[in-house]
């Protein structure tokens, strides 16, 4: 529907195009003569196509703990996904990462 609508308003736009062509060199040979055109278009469409990110982000004493805590949390999200009617092809993993928290400790010694 929406290319049908396109194509009426391209077309109806290059036949304007045409006749006021036409109708300026008529103008300049007779200035009693003119082609007023209006009009209007409209297109609209129903969305097909929606983009959604999400993540969660744990931490944990081991990376096996975290992990299972991510895995836990990404599936009751992958579920709720489901639950609105998504297809499972379209719901796909980007970024995993799992990396090290470091805590450095820095110890002041004072001399005297």
Do not use: C
Request: overall charge positive; charged content about 15%.
């Amino acid at each position: 529907m929406v290319l049908k609508n396109l194509k009426q308003i391209v077309l109806s736009t290059l036949f304007s195009s045409m006749i006021l062509g036409a109708t300026t060199q008529a103008m300049a040979e007779n200035e009693n003569r003119y082609i007023t055109v209006k009009g209007k278009g409209k297109i609209s469409a129903v969305p097909d196509t929606v983009w959604v990110s999400s993540g969660v982000n744990t931490q944990a004493k081991t990376a096996a703990e975290a992990l299972n805590k991510n895995n836990n949390l990404m599936q009751a999200i992958i579920r709720a996904i489901k639950e609105a009617n998504i297809e499972v092809k379209n719901i796909q993993t980007s970024v995993f990462n799992v990396h090290p928290v470091m805590i450095t400790l820095g110890v002041l010694v004072h001399q005297n």
